[in-house]
């Protein structure tokens, strides 16, 4: 089993012709509205390819949870542990500009709210893998990775978006997934003066004992291991726009350690499904599926 511990968003989405300024009004032709949230595109990602998922999270008493919750439960993602609480669903603002840079506001709401609870509950075992990222917050993080880890189970850290993880969570963590931006956060919180990414896998991995990858955009991933480095190149696509390539690389990485993969087989996996997201514009409906990343892995 699969557990996701983390956000559910809607992401409402307008184009712009060019972003606001401070205190500054720009109109928009239309807007829409898609699922989104680290957590359930995680989720979706390890279920598309090929994983058994538990979601635990929160969303409100509102119609923006049914849109959040729709194309998960479509795909067979277990979402009997979201919470309806007293809080409007989690909702991501985002502005686009003619030249495709953006501007996102995230307003936490029902995700303030979500509880560890059923992950203790789920009485995770030895062979369970638990997802985390930053969307929720984090002192229950921490009680649903030490309910992970009593089990026996291995807990995944993706420290997105980008901030300082709390020491205990830092010490309860199995394997660290960043990109290039988020590993430079932790390593100067940290107080390192590594700036590039391969140093930092590699310290992560030699002090801390964590299995660390951080992944590289169009240039691929290097991950550290035992002592081990790995870089892998991503496989070469046309890619049309990358949201969500970070959330797919998590979930199908998760999902192919889940099935028995090791580290590199696992990587090279994350690797495919991210390019893949890349293929396809918007974030969940761009998740690969199984059938898909196995293609493009065996090419
Ligand atoms: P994030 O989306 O979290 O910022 P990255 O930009 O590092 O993370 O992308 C994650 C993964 O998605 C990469 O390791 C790679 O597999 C894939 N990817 C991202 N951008 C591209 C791209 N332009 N072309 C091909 N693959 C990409």
Redesign the pocket.
């Known amino acids: 089993m699969i557990v996701v511990f983390g956000s559910l968003n809607v992401d409402l989405v307008t184009p712009v012709e060019r972003l606001p300024g401070a205190g500054e009004t720009v109109l928009g032709p239309g807007y829409a509205l898609h699922p989104g949230g680290k957590g359930a595109n995680q989720a979706l990602a390890a279920r598309r390819a090929g994983a058994g998922v538990t979601l635990v999270g929160a969303v409100g008493r509102d119609g923006f949870a049914e849109i959040a919750l729709g194309l998960l439960a479509e795909d067979g993602v277990d979402l009997s542990h979201v919470a309806r609480v007293g809080a409007p669903t989690g909702a991501a603002f985002i502005a686009v500009d003619a030249a495709g840079h953006n501007q996102i506001v995230v307003a936490a709401g029902a995700n303030a709210l979500a509880r560890a609870d059923a992950v203790e509950a789920l009485k995770p075992g030895e062979g369970d893998l638990l997802l985390l990222q930053r969307e929720v917050p984090e002192g229950e993080c921490l009680r649903a990775a030490r309910a992970m880890r009593a089990g026996g189970g291995r807990v995944i850290l993706n420290l997105?978006p980008a901030g300082e993880p709390a020491p205990d969570l830092l010490a309860l963590t199995d394997i660290l997934i960043v990109?290039?931006?988020?590993a430079q956060i932790l390593a100067g919180s940290l107080g390192w003066a590594e700036t590039e990414p391969d140093a930092i896998a590699q310290r992560v991995d030699a002090e801390r004992g964590i299995a660390s990858i951080?992944?590289?955009?169009?240039?691929?991933?290097v991950g550290w291991h035992g002592g081990v480095r790995r870089r892998l190149e991503?496989?070469?696509?046309e890619?049309v726009d990358?949201v969500?390539?970070?959330?797919?690389?998590v979930g199908a990485f998760a999902a192919a350690l889940q099935a028995g993969f090791g580290f590199s087989g696992a990587l090279q996996r994350?690797?495919?499904?991210?390019?893949l997201?890349?293929t396809i514009a918007g974030a969940q409906p761009s998740v690969p599926r199984r059938a898909a990343i196995e293609a493009l892995v065996g090419k």
Not at 179 to 182: A, W
Not at 244 to 249: I, K, M, N, R, T
């Open positions: 997105a990109n290039e931006h988020e951080v992944t590289l955009g169009a240039a691929g991933a991503a496989p070469v696509v890619a990358t969500a390539a970070g959330d797919s690389f994350g690797l495919a499904a991210g390019s997201a890349c």
